[in-house]
Protein backbone atom coordinates (compact mmCIF):
# COMPACT_ATOMS: atom_id res chain seq x y z
CA UNK A 1 0.00 0.00 0.00
CA UNK A 2 1.50 3.38 -0.95
CA UNK A 3 0.37 5.96 1.73
CA UNK A 4 0.12 8.43 -1.22
CA UNK A 5 -2.02 6.60 -3.50
CA UNK A 6 -4.95 6.13 -0.59
CA UNK A 7 -5.46 9.71 0.26
CA UNK A 8 -7.28 10.29 -2.71
CA UNK A 9 -10.76 10.05 -2.32
CA UNK A 10 -12.89 7.13 -4.05
CA UNK A 11 -16.57 7.25 -5.22
CA UNK A 12 -16.82 4.07 -2.88
CA UNK A 13 -15.41 1.41 -0.33
CA UNK A 14 -16.53 -1.61 0.87
CA UNK A 15 -15.41 -2.77 3.61
CA UNK A 16 -14.79 -6.66 3.41
CA UNK A 17 -13.68 -9.01 0.64
CA UNK A 18 -16.20 -11.82 0.57
CA UNK A 19 -18.71 -12.39 -1.76
CA UNK A 20 -20.71 -9.70 -0.99
CA UNK A 21 -18.01 -7.10 -1.10
CA UNK A 22 -17.00 -8.39 -4.21
CA UNK A 23 -20.17 -8.54 -5.73
CA UNK A 24 -21.19 -4.74 -4.37
CA UNK A 25 -17.28 -3.57 -5.77
CA UNK A 26 -18.04 -5.14 -9.50
CA UNK A 27 -21.18 -3.58 -9.91
CA UNK A 28 -19.46 -0.15 -8.90
CA UNK A 29 -16.92 -0.77 -11.34
CA UNK A 30 -19.94 -1.71 -13.87
CA UNK A 31 -21.08 1.73 -12.92
CA UNK A 32 -18.15 3.93 -13.67
CA UNK A 33 -17.18 4.28 -10.13
CA UNK A 34 -13.47 4.52 -8.15
CA UNK A 35 -14.03 1.52 -5.96
CA UNK A 36 -12.00 0.35 -3.21
CA UNK A 37 -12.05 -2.58 -1.26
CA UNK A 38 -11.04 -2.55 2.16
CA UNK A 39 -10.26 -6.42 3.93
CA UNK A 40 -8.40 -7.18 6.98
CA UNK A 41 -7.31 -10.65 6.38
CA UNK A 42 -4.40 -12.31 4.21
CA UNK A 43 -6.94 -13.39 1.34
CA UNK A 44 -9.72 -12.26 -0.25
CA UNK A 45 -12.98 -14.36 -0.05
CA UNK A 46 -13.63 -13.93 3.55
CA UNK A 47 -15.09 -17.58 4.17
CA UNK A 48 -14.92 -18.98 0.86
CA UNK A 49 -11.81 -19.93 1.65
CA UNK A 50 -8.70 -22.69 0.86
CA UNK A 51 -5.94 -23.86 3.57
CA UNK A 52 -2.86 -25.16 1.57
CA UNK A 53 -0.03 -26.60 4.31
CA UNK A 54 2.84 -29.08 3.91
CA UNK A 55 1.09 -29.89 0.47
CA UNK A 56 -2.07 -30.59 1.71
CA UNK A 57 -4.79 -28.52 0.49
CA UNK A 58 -8.05 -27.81 3.21
CA UNK A 59 -11.40 -26.16 1.89
CA UNK A 60 -11.94 -24.79 5.42
CA UNK A 61 -15.25 -22.64 4.94
CA UNK A 62 -18.19 -22.90 3.02
CA UNK A 63 -17.89 -26.27 1.00
CA UNK A 64 -20.54 -26.00 -1.84
CA UNK A 65 -23.34 -23.35 -2.92
CA UNK A 66 -26.39 -23.86 -5.05
CA UNK A 67 -27.51 -21.75 -7.49
CA UNK A 68 -31.35 -20.77 -8.28
CA UNK A 69 -31.71 -16.82 -8.73
CA UNK A 70 -30.93 -15.72 -12.70
CA UNK A 71 -28.17 -13.36 -12.26
CA UNK A 72 -26.33 -15.48 -9.68
CA UNK A 73 -26.60 -18.39 -12.21
CA UNK A 74 -24.99 -16.50 -15.14
CA UNK A 75 -22.29 -15.48 -13.36
CA UNK A 76 -21.31 -18.74 -12.02
CA UNK A 77 -21.75 -19.79 -16.19
CA UNK A 78 -18.84 -17.27 -16.75
CA UNK A 79 -17.12 -18.65 -13.50
CA UNK A 80 -17.30 -22.47 -14.85
CA UNK A 81 -16.34 -21.10 -18.11
CA UNK A 82 -13.22 -19.25 -16.75
CA UNK A 83 -12.03 -22.89 -14.85
CA UNK A 84 -12.78 -21.20 -11.57
CA UNK A 85 -15.81 -23.14 -10.51
CA UNK A 86 -16.90 -26.67 -11.29
CA UNK A 87 -19.82 -28.70 -10.67
CA UNK A 88 -20.05 -31.02 -7.82
CA UNK A 89 -22.00 -33.90 -7.86
CA UNK A 90 -21.85 -35.24 -4.20
CA UNK A 91 -25.77 -36.28 -3.52
CA UNK A 92 -26.94 -33.18 -2.53
CA UNK A 93 -30.27 -32.39 -3.59
CA UNK A 94 -30.18 -29.85 -6.13
CA UNK A 95 -27.10 -29.29 -8.49
CA UNK A 96 -23.86 -27.82 -6.73
CA UNK A 97 -20.92 -26.16 -7.66
CA UNK A 98 -17.67 -25.43 -5.64
CA UNK A 99 -14.56 -23.44 -6.58
CA UNK A 100 -12.03 -24.88 -9.13
CA UNK A 101 -9.59 -26.45 -8.04
CA UNK A 102 -10.55 -24.68 -4.40
CA UNK A 103 -12.91 -22.80 -3.25
CA UNK A 104 -10.85 -19.63 -2.80
CA UNK A 105 -10.47 -19.50 -7.13
CA UNK A 106 -13.94 -18.38 -7.07
CA UNK A 107 -13.51 -15.40 -5.48
CA UNK A 108 -10.02 -14.81 -7.14
CA UNK A 109 -12.06 -14.85 -10.18
CA UNK A 110 -14.66 -12.25 -8.78
CA UNK A 111 -11.38 -9.72 -8.26
CA UNK A 112 -9.93 -10.68 -11.38
CA UNK A 113 -12.66 -10.13 -13.72
CA UNK A 114 -12.92 -6.31 -12.93
CA UNK A 115 -10.99 -3.14 -12.00
CA UNK A 116 -11.20 -2.10 -8.26
CA UNK A 117 -8.27 -1.79 -5.77
CA UNK A 118 -8.32 -4.14 -2.84
CA UNK A 119 -6.25 -3.69 0.72
CA UNK A 120 -5.57 -6.67 2.58
CA UNK A 121 -4.50 -6.85 6.39
CA UNK A 122 -5.80 -3.51 7.38
CA UNK A 123 -8.44 -3.87 10.05
CA UNK A 124 -10.92 -0.20 10.25
CA UNK A 125 -11.44 0.43 13.62
CA UNK A 126 -13.44 4.13 13.16
CA UNK A 127 -15.37 5.76 10.42
CA UNK A 128 -16.43 9.18 10.51
CA UNK A 129 -18.82 12.14 8.62
CA UNK A 130 -16.26 14.13 6.60
CA UNK A 131 -16.77 18.22 7.84
CA UNK A 132 -18.57 19.59 5.09
CA UNK A 133 -15.88 21.52 3.31
CA UNK A 134 -13.74 18.30 2.06
CA UNK A 135 -15.33 16.34 -0.85
CA UNK A 136 -15.58 13.10 0.78
CA UNK A 137 -18.48 12.08 2.86
CA UNK A 138 -16.65 9.93 5.15
CA UNK A 139 -13.46 9.26 6.91
CA UNK A 140 -12.07 5.50 7.54
CA UNK A 141 -9.41 5.10 9.79
CA UNK A 142 -6.99 1.61 10.32
CA UNK A 143 -5.34 -0.03 12.80
CA UNK A 144 -2.29 2.43 12.27
CA UNK A 145 -3.90 5.54 11.92
CA UNK A 146 -4.25 6.04 8.22
CA UNK A 147 -7.47 7.32 6.45
CA UNK A 148 -9.45 6.79 3.37
CA UNK A 149 -12.12 8.84 2.19
CA UNK A 150 -15.52 7.89 -0.08
CA UNK A 151 -18.10 9.46 -0.85
CA UNK A 152 -20.29 6.56 -0.66
CA UNK A 153 -19.55 3.23 2.04
CA UNK A 154 -21.06 0.18 2.02
CA UNK A 155 -20.14 -2.47 4.84
CA UNK A 156 -20.19 -5.99 4.50
CA UNK A 157 -18.33 -7.44 7.51
CA UNK A 158 -20.05 -9.66 9.82
CA UNK A 159 -22.86 -8.03 11.47
CA UNK A 160 -21.57 -7.80 15.12
CA UNK A 161 -18.47 -5.97 13.58
CA UNK A 162 -20.43 -3.53 11.78
CA UNK A 163 -22.50 -2.81 14.30
CA UNK A 164 -19.55 -1.75 16.34
CA UNK A 165 -18.18 0.29 13.91
CA UNK A 166 -22.06 1.90 13.20
CA UNK A 167 -23.08 2.69 16.72
CA UNK A 168 -21.71 6.33 16.56
CA UNK A 169 -22.53 6.64 13.21
CA UNK A 170 -25.56 5.35 12.11
CA UNK A 171 -27.37 4.03 14.88
CA UNK A 172 -30.61 2.92 12.98
CA UNK A 173 -28.31 0.60 10.78
CA UNK A 174 -26.10 -0.34 14.05
CA UNK A 175 -29.84 -2.06 15.02
CA UNK A 176 -30.26 -3.51 11.98
CA UNK A 177 -26.88 -5.26 12.29
CA UNK A 178 -27.71 -6.30 16.22
CA UNK A 179 -30.72 -7.77 14.71
CA UNK A 180 -28.49 -10.91 12.98
CA UNK A 181 -26.53 -13.23 14.80
CA UNK A 182 -24.76 -16.53 13.98
CA UNK A 183 -22.98 -19.60 14.85
CA UNK A 184 -19.86 -20.13 15.26
CA UNK A 185 -17.73 -23.35 13.45
CA UNK A 186 -15.33 -25.52 14.72
CA UNK A 187 -12.99 -26.62 11.52
CA UNK A 188 -10.51 -29.74 11.60
CA UNK A 189 -7.72 -30.30 9.02
CA UNK A 190 -6.30 -33.43 9.13
CA UNK A 191 -3.48 -34.52 6.43
CA UNK A 192 -3.08 -38.46 6.25
CA UNK A 193 -0.43 -40.38 5.66
CA UNK A 194 -2.52 -43.00 3.14
CA UNK A 195 -5.23 -42.61 0.89
CA UNK A 196 -8.90 -43.08 2.45
CA UNK A 197 -11.81 -45.43 1.27
CA UNK A 198 -14.34 -41.96 0.45
CA UNK A 199 -17.26 -44.35 0.06
CA UNK A 200 -18.15 -42.70 4.00
CA UNK A 201 -17.77 -39.42 2.37
CA UNK A 202 -19.07 -36.41 2.71
CA UNK A 203 -20.54 -36.85 6.16
CA UNK A 204 -23.25 -34.78 7.08
CA UNK A 205 -25.07 -33.74 9.83
CA UNK A 206 -24.01 -36.86 12.51
CA UNK A 207 -24.01 -36.18 15.85
CA UNK A 208 -21.22 -33.70 16.32
CA UNK A 209 -19.98 -33.48 12.89
CA UNK A 210 -22.25 -30.84 10.65
CA UNK A 211 -19.99 -32.08 7.71
CA UNK A 212 -17.03 -34.06 7.00
CA UNK A 213 -15.39 -34.17 3.79
CA UNK A 214 -12.39 -36.23 2.00
CA UNK A 215 -10.38 -33.54 0.00
CA UNK A 216 -9.81 -35.47 -2.90
CA UNK A 217 -13.41 -36.65 -3.68
CA UNK A 218 -13.41 -32.84 -5.18
CA UNK A 219 -11.43 -34.25 -8.01
CA UNK A 220 -10.64 -30.93 -9.15
CA UNK A 221 -7.11 -31.40 -8.88
CA UNK A 222 -4.77 -33.83 -7.29
CA UNK A 223 -5.75 -33.37 -3.88
CA UNK A 224 -3.20 -34.89 -0.95
CA UNK A 225 -4.84 -36.87 1.22
CA UNK A 226 -6.63 -34.79 3.81
CA UNK A 227 -9.95 -34.72 5.80
CA UNK A 228 -11.78 -31.20 6.46
CA UNK A 229 -13.78 -31.89 9.51
CA UNK A 230 -16.10 -29.16 10.55
CA UNK A 231 -18.64 -29.20 14.43
CA UNK A 232 -22.50 -28.83 13.83
CA UNK A 233 -23.64 -25.42 15.27
CA UNK A 234 -24.14 -27.26 18.64
CA UNK A 235 -20.89 -28.53 19.23
CA UNK A 236 -19.59 -25.55 18.38
CA UNK A 237 -21.21 -23.69 20.32
CA UNK A 238 -20.54 -26.20 23.67
CA UNK A 239 -16.47 -26.02 22.51
CA UNK A 240 -16.81 -22.43 21.73
CA UNK A 241 -13.91 -21.69 24.57
CA UNK A 242 -12.16 -25.16 24.08
CA UNK A 243 -8.22 -25.20 23.23
CA UNK A 244 -7.15 -26.30 19.44
CA UNK A 245 -5.71 -29.62 20.51
CA UNK A 246 -9.06 -30.73 22.31
CA UNK A 247 -11.36 -29.96 19.56
CA UNK A 248 -8.55 -31.72 17.10
CA UNK A 249 -8.79 -34.68 18.99
CA UNK A 250 -12.78 -34.33 19.62
CA UNK A 251 -13.71 -34.49 16.32
CA UNK A 252 -11.13 -36.68 14.96
CA UNK A 253 -12.34 -38.96 17.15
CA UNK A 254 -16.04 -38.76 16.19
CA UNK A 255 -15.00 -38.83 12.87
CA UNK A 256 -12.98 -42.56 13.31
CA UNK A 257 -16.10 -43.50 15.25
CA UNK A 258 -18.47 -43.07 11.86
CA UNK A 259 -16.08 -44.26 9.83
CA UNK A 260 -15.30 -47.43 12.00
CA UNK A 261 -11.41 -47.09 11.44
CA UNK A 262 -8.92 -44.86 12.79
CA UNK A 263 -7.17 -42.12 10.79
CA UNK A 264 -3.46 -42.42 9.26
CA UNK A 265 -3.26 -38.25 10.48
CA UNK A 266 0.48 -36.89 9.62
CA UNK A 267 -1.13 -33.34 10.69
CA UNK A 268 -3.83 -31.31 12.09
CA UNK A 269 -4.91 -27.92 12.33
CA UNK A 270 -8.32 -26.45 14.33
CA UNK A 271 -9.32 -23.18 13.00
CA UNK A 272 -12.60 -21.34 14.54
CA UNK A 273 -14.96 -19.32 12.61
CA UNK A 274 -16.54 -17.12 15.18
CA UNK A 275 -19.25 -15.77 12.78
CA UNK A 276 -19.89 -18.89 10.78
CA UNK A 277 -23.57 -19.97 9.75
CA UNK A 278 -26.90 -17.27 9.98
CA UNK A 279 -28.97 -18.36 13.19
CA UNK A 280 -31.03 -15.72 13.06
CA UNK A 281 -31.40 -13.46 9.82
CA UNK A 282 -31.51 -9.41 10.03
CA UNK A 283 -34.89 -8.09 10.57
CA UNK A 284 -36.11 -7.26 7.06
CA UNK A 285 -38.56 -4.40 8.20
CA UNK A 286 -35.17 -2.28 9.39
CA UNK A 287 -33.81 -0.25 6.95
CA UNK A 288 -30.29 -1.67 5.07
CA UNK A 289 -29.05 1.71 4.10
CA UNK A 290 -28.96 5.45 5.39
CA UNK A 291 -31.69 8.12 4.30
CA UNK A 292 -29.16 9.47 1.95
CA UNK A 293 -28.08 5.99 0.42
CA UNK A 294 -24.92 7.49 0.99
CA UNK A 295 -24.14 3.70 3.23
CA UNK A 296 -25.27 0.73 2.94
CA UNK A 297 -25.35 -2.80 4.99
CA UNK A 298 -24.69 -6.12 2.92
CA UNK A 299 -23.77 -10.07 3.86
CA UNK A 300 -25.46 -13.00 3.72
CA UNK A 301 -26.69 -12.89 7.47
CA UNK A 302 -29.67 -10.68 5.03
CA UNK A 303 -30.72 -13.83 4.56
CA UNK A 304 -28.87 -17.75 5.58
CA UNK A 305 -25.29 -18.90 5.25
CA UNK A 306 -26.09 -19.54 1.57
CA UNK A 307 -23.52 -18.40 -0.77
CA UNK A 308 -26.12 -16.76 -3.31
CA UNK A 309 -27.25 -14.60 -0.29
CA UNK A 310 -24.01 -13.11 -0.02
CA UNK A 311 -24.29 -12.43 -3.59
CA UNK A 312 -27.82 -10.80 -3.55
CA UNK A 313 -27.21 -9.14 -0.56
CA UNK A 314 -23.92 -7.55 -2.27
CA UNK A 315 -25.86 -6.77 -5.12
CA UNK A 316 -28.96 -5.52 -3.26
CA UNK A 317 -26.28 -2.74 -1.61
CA UNK A 318 -25.22 -1.90 -4.81
CA UNK A 319 -27.92 -1.22 -6.49
CA UNK A 320 -29.60 0.98 -3.62
CA UNK A 321 -26.67 3.34 -3.54
CA UNK A 322 -25.81 3.70 -7.36
CA UNK A 323 -28.92 4.41 -8.60
Known amino acids: MTNTKYQDVFDLIIIGSGISGLTAARYGVQNGKSVLVIDKGRRIGGRCSTKRHDGATFNHGAQFFTCKEPEFRALIAQAQQAGAVHEWDFGHHAPSFAGAPTMRDLPQFLADDSAFDILQNVTITKISKAPSHDGAHYHLYDQEGRFYRCHQLILTLPAPQAEQLLTPLAPDLAKTA ?146
Open 178 to 323: ASASYDPCWTVMLALDAPLDGTNFPIRDQGMIGWANYEPLRSFEDYTPALTIQASPSASNMMLSWDKEEVISTLAKACEDYCGAPLPVSLALAHRWLYARVSQSADATLPFTTKDKSLALAGDYFGNARLESAFLSGRRAAHALLS
